[in-house]
């Protein structure tokens, strides 16, 4: 796997104390998720991204606002740096009606048009054939915005996201497929689930390119990410994009997730994209502990914030559940 | 006023549509140059160009899930399904992605698509060139569903369709597609989603159907009307949201109801529209809601076999007869 270092695409010091400002607020974010399941106060539809925020914020970093992204259902940092408040976000999880969906659903399930944010279904995969429509309606504007499409190495296997990469690959539409491999899909690894152990080689049969990179490295996945935006930006069509990562928590909030052994888990955490990244913008002398402390302090004020915004938010009216059915 | 097919019928729609409005394509299994498996879009390509009526690969998920994207961008997609019964492979991008969109959004987006289906039976088709699909779709919250039976309705309610902001699940009738032949006006007549229209007037009996089972429906009256029974039919047009006021007045006159549909019979529509009119109308019924449907059964090749199942006019005759006389 690459190891860090700053590729083609530069990025400021500014830029780089961003995108570590995001990496902190999405660990924050799902770490008080998780407090709130415990507590009661979130009742479910909670599936935590630790572990796997580098993939969140490499790949959602620099994006214009006309571009779209399709997120999965693990993906929740991904509404936050495409322009959702944290408040809304966090009422969206406690089924408020300030959340994006008034309460209808929790997890991911709505999105926003305005803000390019697509929200999927339960069934994983389902968002990669509306993502191949999105990018074709940028190929016949002749825009040359792009389409993020995520999913899981688990959703891979879907007829779904191999009808969306065979369409978009025939076509050369604008798409980036992000496939976050974080080695279980709920219980069941990988290798009792494919036959290969990249998923990036795939592309091939699709007409395009496939990388695996390290997704726990946020610049890898950013570079790599921004090569395949200037690709689909210049109409050289899809690019597959492999982050091998590993989810710490369960599939669920409730998913005490004993298939998988300590050891393993240990493993992974020793390969935490946050402290990693950390370490390296300290030896490049970008950050030190005042603007460390500023970005944390700033990070747990959004934080608590968020959850005073949602606790203090309205529940639906109970009518609500029978409107919006029809336009 | 010139007749055209109903086949011709749907094409004007589409044609007219894409020239009123370039946010207006189709998107399907042969629908380009080939001009589909049934010759519906012939000519589209060549008028409007690769992408606006674009073959799609057989992924029928797909075809409905690009549709979906393509109309959060504002655009006006007409998903073809070669077949009604090949729907079944993009049942989730319809029922779980388009029919529940602007619920989970909040109501802050809506997502026009129209899929056409072929369907019906009478066509020497078999078990997956035969299926009538329609209570899957009337049955999800978030969908409408239409089903033309004439020339006229397949012109105008396809326009509805495509100018509706909601996913229409819109049904036509293979049997019909050079059968029914009449009268279409040419330009913008739009026949309203949600409105039934009255066939055959009459006071005995009420007749509520749709699609290819309104002809036989309306031959079952004629042959009644010389045995002195005076039948209603209604053709439902829409089946989501159907018409209840306009079954409920004809109810008014005759106190009697014959629901006739060629899908099969359990959980159909008759078992709804029944079900309502007792909940409702159970007043003004003198005798039970009866049904004449396909038998809970596939759809078999053999002419033989398939004439069994389907209803027909003499099966019609005999129930409304039963139920004159309840």
């Known amino acids: 796997m690459p190891s860090i270092k700053r590729h083609k695409f530069k990025l400021t010091d500014e830029q780089l104390l961003e995108m570590l400002y995001w990496l902190k607020l999405i660990r924050a974010f799902d770490e008080r998720l998780s407090i709130l399941v415990r507590q009661g106060r979130v009742r479910s539809g909670v599936y935590s991204s630790i572990g796997q925020e580098a993939i969140v914020v490499g790949t959602c970093f620099g994006l214009h606002k006309e571009d779209y992204i399709c997120p999965l259902h693990r993906d929740l940092g991904t509404f936050l740096m495409k322009g959702v408040s944290p408040g809304v976000m966090m009422a969206q999880m406690y089924a408020k009606a300030t959340g994006l969906s008034k309460g209808r659903d929790s997890a991911l399930h709505s999105g926003v048009s305005e803000l390019g944010i697509f929200g999927n279904t339960s069934m994983l995969g389902a968002n990669t054939p509306v993502a191949a429509g999105l990018a074709l309606t940028y190929k016949l504007e002749g825009r040359d915005n792009v389409v993020i499409a995520y999913f899981g190495e688990g959703a891979s296997n879907t007829g779904d996201v191999h009808e969306a990469m065979n369409f978009a690959g025939t076509h050369k539409l604008p798409v980036v497929f992000v496939c976050e491999n974080n080695v279980y899909s709920y219980s069941v690894p990988i290798e009792k689930s494919m036959a290969i152990e990249d998923v990036a080689d795939r592309a091939e049969g699709y007409g395009f390119d496939g990388v695996a990179i390290n997704g726990n490295d946020v610049l890898a996945v950013y570079q790599a990410t921004q090569g395949a935006i200037a690709r689909a930006r210049a109409g050289d069509g899809p690019t597959l994009i492999e982050c091998k990562t590993y989810r710490w928590h369960g599939h669920s909030e409730h998913d005490p997730a004993f298939y998988r052994t300590d050891e393993e888990l240990a493993m992974w955490k020793s390969r935490d994209p946050l402290p990693t990244f950390t370490t390296y913008l300290r030896s490049r002398e970008v950050l030190d502990d005042t603007k460390l402390l500023e970005i944390e302090t700033r990070v747990r004020q959004e934080i608590d914030a968020a959850v005073t915004f949602a606790e203090d938010s309205p529940h639906p009216e109970p009518g609500e559940a029978v409107t919006d059915l029809y336009a | ?326």
């Open chain 2, 1 to 326: 006023m010139r007749e055209i097919i109903y086949l011709e019928a749907i094409r004007e729609a589409l044609r007219e549509e894409m020239a009123r409005d370039p946010k207006v394509f189709v998107l399907g299994e042969d629908v380009g140059a080939y001009g589909g498996a049934f010759g519906i879009t012939k000519g589209l390509q060549e008028e409007f160009g690769e992408y606006r009526s674009l073959d799609m690969p057989i992924s029928e998920s797909c075809i409905i899930g690009v549709s979906v994207g393509a109309s959060l961008r504002g655009y006006r997609p007409v998903a073809e399904m070669q077949f009604g019964d090949f729907i079944t492979c993009g049942f989730d991008q319809i029922v779980n992605q388009a029919a529940t969109l602007r619920y989970r959004y909040g109501g802050r987006a809506s997502c026009p698509i129209v899929v056409r289906a072929p369907v019906g039976g009478n066509v020497a088709g078999g078990l997956y060139h035969s299926q009538n699909p329609e209570s899957w779709f009337v049955h999800r919250p978030g969908l409408k569903v239409v089903a033309p039976s004439t020339a006229w309705d397949a012109k105008g309610l396809l326009k509805a369709a495509i100018r509706d902001d909601n996913p229409v699940i819109y049904l036509e009738h293979k049997y019909l597609y050079r059968r029914a032949k009449g009268p279409v006006p040419e330009g913008d007549e739009i026949v309203p989603i949600g409105k039934a229209a009255v066939r055959r007037e009459g006071g005995q009996v009420t007749l509520v159907t749709y699609g290819a089972m309104v002809i036989a429906s309306l031959e079952a009256a004629d042959r009644l009307a010389k045995e002195g029974v005076d039948v209603e039919v209604i053709d439902l047009r829409t089946l989501s949201p159907w018409d209840k006021e306009a079954v409920f007045a004809s109810l008014e006159k005759t106190n009697r109801l014959l629901v006739v549909h060629e899908d099969v019979k359990t959980l159909g529509l008759g078992a709804e529209i029944s079900a309502v009119v007792m909940e409702e109308r159970f007043e003004s019924l003198d005798a039970p809601v009866m049904r004449v449907t396909y038998p809970d059964a596939h759809c078999p090749f053999s002419a033989v076999l398939e004439q069994h199942n389907l209803p027909n006019a003499d099966k019609i005759v005999e129930a409304v007869q039963a139920l004159a006389r309840y």
